[in-house]
């Protein structure tokens, strides 16, 4: 009886041991596809197991789905419309935006992604390209503000560079450095000169970063989107001052 009773006891814990192994793969699994979405969801979720359970319900559901890449016809012609849409953005920032974010939806529309649903678009769009969903979410929150007047230029810009972060990605290209930055913040609705650069966390509320390297900027970026300048100020007339008294300049008194 006693030799029974440790068989079923080696025989649970040998269960159990599987049972946390499949759990750690899958685990890790999710971690390494998902990412930066993963935490995102734990957070969202409060639970690991709860989060998991709604990543691998996405995964489900793409794998539904008919995804497919684009010819080499199509992403050309792509690459070329958004070339169109990069040279647009010089006069038209606002109209650009707009235009990237349709062109986005188009290719994705190609592809075999529904675009019906601002969050679904995200949850399927996270099973495959979670390394630029960051900047799909910043994208399309500047164009939400833009619809309504409420985005400056450099804004829009950091809208464009985002937005190509996710076309890349979706056209099957590797994004540059730029693009894989990690994106936490947005600048939309804070003064210029104060905004936080996006996923540093610099700017007003933020503590002061200690010796921080100057960063550099993206050449590409300078050029495709340029940032919105500020006019010199006009000299002062030299003639609108009066000319100041000097002492030859008073009355003599006359002597008595």
């Not at 998991?52 to 684009?70: K, N």
């Not at 900027?217 to 300078?222: F, I, L, Q, S």
């Amino acid at each position: 009886m006693t030799g029974t009773i440790v068989i079923i006891i080696v025989v649970i814990i040998v269960l159990a041991a599987i049972a946390a192994g499949v759990m750690y793969q899958r685990r890790r699994r999710l971690q390494e596809r998902f990412g930066p979405e993963y935490d995102r969801m734990v957070e969202e979720k409060g639970s690991k197991t709860k989060a998991e359970a709604e990543l691998t319900s996405r995964q489900r559901r793409v794998a539904g789905l008919d995804i497919r890449p684009l010819d080499p016809a199509a992403r050309a012609r792509y690459q070329e419309n958004w070339a169109a849409v990069q040279e647009q953005f010089v006069d038209s920032p606002q109209e650009a935006v707009m235009a990237a974010q349709r062109l986005v939806m188009t290719v994705m529309q190609e592809r075999g992604y529904p675009t019906e649903g601002g969050d679904q678009v995200m949850a399927d769009l996270s099973v495959d390209h979670a390394s630029v969903l960051d900047h799909y979410r910043a994208a399309y929150d500047i164009s939400q503000r833009a619809a309504d007047n409420q985005a400056s230029t450099e804004d829009l810009r950091q809208a464009m560079i985002h937005y190509r972060a996710l076309f890349q990605d979706l056209l099957g290209e590797t994004p540059s450095t730029a693009d894989e930055t990690p994106v936490t913040e947005t600048t939309v609705g804070l003064p210029d000169g104060d905004a936080p650069a996006v996923g540093t966390g610099h700017g007003p509320g933020y503590p002061e970063p200690v010796a921080d390297p100057e960063p550099v900027a993206d050449a590409r970026d300078t050029a495709a989107y340029p940032a919105e300048t500020v006019p010199d100020a006009e000299p002062a007339d030299e003639y609108d001052a009066e000319p100041a008294t000097t002492g030859s300049d008073l009355p003599r008194q006359r002597r008595s």
